[in-house]
């Protein structure tokens, strides 16, 4: 069994000693890869004392070791070698240490291994330890220098390129970083390049490198890298600090991206575009994780994590400034629209459950389990809050003196809370609740209206969480405004401040009772709880200026709906579609943001309101609802939409813009209703003549809903059948809208196609996790979903535990369920846990998930 050990927080103690310089020499091999390591160590003076050096090693083969030239005496175990203080200097010394690792073997694709021939390293989080004997701590920062020898033709590493031959290439990273920024890549690899001058004059090449065949799929992400890299100089005033820029792409990597230093590597499917294969989200996908790992250069690398736990350091404020990138790239309302779904189907869903946790975690086991939607996704928000709290400049202030002040640090949230501090003598230990308090705050809001004076009454509740039973009040940014009876703003977006428990704010001099517009822009990362009055949030749909809150008006409307279908069986209700029809015919809105409204709100989402309100959701029901409602608007917004879909459907040559994007995805929520009445007429000649993957998988995708295009699975699969990252959208589908006594059959039979590469996790996580997101079919009364879910994590643990702990939160949300399904879901997950050599990455959230039950 995997050793599983508690990491806490409140034990952290600098490293013994200090690495000045690292040189690593690879001698790569598939089955024998020869790493040679010299270390310059002295002990560190923050930590007085003589103390033993303990360097982490993980399935490595040690083949010498000596100190300052001499054979030492080490002590090795399955996760450390060790050299006494008694045998060591007491000032600087060279270690110098040679092991054996068998990259082909290594199917976890973490550390050094190999994907399609190309060798490619994965070291966050502990990583380097699987390459050699290091400290892999992200507070041990050190200058790498890196000789590769091999026959292959592209060798890379971090920083600059310094000397090359045949068979070998050596680089030189200037820039003291910890050893989960290493990144090592050789391979038989294209270039698709470009040249970029930062702000300074500095010329920078940027490569991307990808599989010959490929190269004219990256001018995309090679306009956004180049976007990015002007963005952050622009509005961060940040630099880029290398001559080069490399980026990998890689089909087998168990997450999104990686941002070593100066060689960013890169899922496939999030750097390779064409309008044949990509559809628009693909492109607004891949714009936003160049961007991320671009950001990353400064918030993480030069500015690095003094330890995991201070993992939002990095992730919440690189992902709160791709957030602002993407919103000044496109449509800033449409972004914000869309990180909020996200934030809400995926954090709010794992802060509800047994997964909860907090932003700053204060223990773990694996490190792996806690990249998660609450680190990352609820970290922006924080961050975002911190913004609308301080304002805009004193927010640029702060980051001015944050990057002055810890630059080539590993800093900790204390570091970056007291910048804030410093640049506006505002006292944060309140706000910094938010992170370390885990769990969605619910806020109630209640109003009145007398004498003159409207009050608004707001409450916060902060519901226990794992490990965490009693809170106390946030501080909750509140942005409102207020519109008159006839649909006039007569309050303009304020900020309220709450701070207690219960708190009221008065507006007076008013001439009538106004409807409030609040949490504009989402302000803060709360359910709110408000009983609207009636025919509010059709009200507020129509008039509210607030771009954010206009759409929340008709989703929250739309929940209301389908919940009340989903309980009740009442039938579907004419306000909303009158609601709907208004937004959706009014021309001079936006058609992205008139697409959005158009998308029903998801049934795992309906799951998390039921259960919000104290009852016991039941997906079977869910499902019927929203495929009422979807039935309904079919026929009620029938008419406008076909003249919609006319208008939208012109031959423009093709253009990724948002602009564009935003008509296509309106021409295809108008076709999946209309394909609803017409019986897939439309949807087959638009699958025909579709000139852009958005069209092609947007028709196929009407078709499935209404039960049809059996023909087109075959022409799709024909056509696309050797594009791996294009298949996984026909999988997807087909998962997607099987119906729910089928998903689970569905998934299995497509996993049991010849050909199909279980192993590889994009391929995985696409068949797994759009069962796990078919929400009735996952949750089928029969356990079916359950099972094979269940049967899958098993079979892939012992090859990569990584990807199989992140697919099980497909789980996380079983306790909100009836008995029956309990039950099942509980066999499962004991069956996991009993299963012999159960990793300690899967053991880990298996056990979580089975405390709450
Ligand atoms: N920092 C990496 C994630 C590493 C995940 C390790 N299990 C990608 C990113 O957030 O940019
Ligand atoms: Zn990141």
């Known amino acids: 069994m995997t050793e599983q050990k508690t990491v806490h927080l409140a034990d952290y103690q600098p490293y013994t000693h200090v690495v000045d310089s690292v040189d690593l020499t690879f001698g790569l091999s598939p089955t024998a890869t020869r790493v040679k390591a010299r270390l310059s160590l002295r002990p560190n003076p923050a930590r007085p004392g003589r103390h033993d050096l303990r360097l982490d090693g993980e399935g490595l083969t040690l083949i010498s070791c000596t100190v300052d030239g001499t054979p030492a005496a080490a002590s090795v175990d399955a996760s450390s070698l060790t050299l006494f203080a008694k045998d060591l200097p007491d000032g600087p010394f060279t270690l110098d240490t040679e092991v054996e690792i068998a990259p082909q073997a290594n199917t976890a694709l973490e550390g050094l291994y190999m994907s399609n021939g190309m060798y490619c390293t994965q070291c966050e989080a502990e990583g380097f330890r699987k390459i050699t004997y290091y400290p892999d701590r992200p507070d041990v920062m050190s200058r790498f220098k890196v000789r590769i020898e091999s026959d292959l033709p592209v060798l890379l590493s971090n920083g600059n390129p310094t000397a090359s031959g045949a068979g070998w290439a050596e680089w030189n990273d200037p820039w003291p970083k910890p050893a989960y920024l290493f990144a090592l890549v050789a391979g038989d690899l294209r270039a698709h390049s470009a040249k970029f001058a930062t702000a300074s004059g500095r010329p920078v090449d940027l490569h991307i490198w990808v599989r010959p065949g490929d190269e004219d799929r990256c001018a995309y992400a090679m ?129 509800d459950g047994p997964l909860a946790h907090p932003v700053r975690p204060e223990s773990f086991v694996e490190i792996n389990n806690f990249y998660t939607a609450t680190v990352y996704e609820k970290g922006a928000e924080v961050i975002g809050m911190l913004k609308s709290l301080v304002g805009d400049g004193a927010y640029k202030r702060a980051l001015e003196l944050y990057f002055d002040r810890h630059d080539g640090d590993a800093a900790t949230i204390e570091d970056w809370l007291k910048v804030f501090e410093d640049a506006t003598d505002r006292d944060l230990s309140q706000f910094k609740l938010w992170y370390s308090q885990a769990g969605t705050p619910r806020l109630k809001v209640t109003d009145a209206w007398e004498n003159g004076v409207y009050t608004l009454t707001f409450t916060q509740k902060n519901p226990p969480t794992p490990g965490q039973a009693e809170k106390q009040p946030k501080v909750i940014p509140i942005k409102v405004g207020l519109l008159n009876p006839n649909g006039d703003e007569v309050v303009p977006t304020i900020m309220l401040e709450m701070t207690r428990a219960k708190q009221s704010f008065r507006f007076e001099g008013l001439a009538a009772k106004p409807v409030p517009s609040i949490l504009r822009g989402f302000s803060a990362p709360v359910v709110l709880d408000r009983k609207p009055a009636p025919g509010e949030h059709a009200f507020l749909l129509a008039h509210d200026t607030d771009p954010f809150n206009k759409w929340e008006a008709g989703r929250a409307l739309a929940k209301e709906v389908m919940a009340e279908i989903a309980l009740k069986g009442t039938p579907v209700r004419s ?42 959701p039941d997906p079977a029901k869910i499902h019927a609802a929203r495929r009422e409602m979807s039935g309904a608007l079919a026929i009620r917004l029938g008419d406008g939409l076909a003249r919609i879909y006319k208008e939208l459907d012109d031959n423009a040559p093709f253009s990724p813009s948002a602009a564009q994007a935003g008509r296509r995805a309106l021409k295809i929520a108008a076709l999946q209703f209309l394909t609803r009445r017409d019986g897939g007429k439309l949807a087959a000649s638009a699958f025909a003549r579709a000139r852009s993957m958005t069209e092609e998988i947007g028709a196929l995708a009407a078709l499935l809903d209404a039960h049809q295009g059996q023909a087109e699975l075959i022409s799709f699969a024909a056509r696309w059948g050797r594009d791996a990252n294009v298949m996984d959208k026909w999988y997807a589908l087909q998962i997607a809208y099987a119906e729910p006594g ?94 012999p050599a159960l990793s300690g990455d899967l053991r880990e959230m298996v056990e979580r998930m089975l405390a709450a039950g």
């Not at 937004?583 to 029903?600: K, N």
Request: glycine share 4%; aromatic share 10%; charged share 30%.
């Open 742 to 835: 089928d998903a689970a059959a569905v998934a299995d039979r497509l996993i049991q196609t010849t050909g199909f590469d279980w192993k590889n996790p994009n391929r995985f996580r696409t068949v797994i996790g759009a069962l796990a997101a078919n929400h009735a079919g996952f949750h089928h009364r029969s356990g079916a979903g359950y099972r094979l879910v269940a049967d899958w994590l098993l079979k892939l643990d012992p090859l990569n535990p990584q990807t199989a702990a992140r697919v099980s939160t497909a789980f996380e949300t079983w306790p909100r369920y009836d008995a029956t399904r309990r039950k099942r879901a509980r066999k499962e997950l004991e069956r996991m846990l009993a299963a």
């Open 575 to 616: 306000d909303w579609l009158d609601a709907l029809a208004a937004v959706t015919f009014d021309d001079t809105l936006d058609p992205a943001f008139r697409a959005l409204c158009l998308r029903l709100p998801g049934e795992d989402e309906i799951a998390q309101t039921i259960h919000a309100m104290g009852r016991i």
């Open 223 to 351: 306009d956004s890298l180049i976007r990015s890299m002007r963005w952050d100089e622009q509005v961060y005033g940040r630099e880029y600090d290398l001559d080069v820029f490399n980026i990998v792409a890689v089909d087998d990597f168990n997450m999104g991206a990686m941002e070593n230093k100066g060689l960013n590597i890169f899922n496939s499917r999030y750097v390779l575009a064409s309008p044949e294969t990509a559809t628009d989200d693909d492109y607004t996908r891949i714009e936003a994780i160049i961007a991320h790992e671009y950001f990353h250069n400064w918030t993480g690398n030069r500015i690095t994590c003094r330890d995991w736990f201070q993992l939002c350091l990095k992730e919440g404020l690189t992902v709160f400034r791709d957030h602002q990138f993407s919103g000044d790239m496109r449509s800033a309302a449409v972004r914000r629209i869309e990180d909020v779904v996200t934030l809400r189907s995926r954090q709010f869903r794992e802060d």
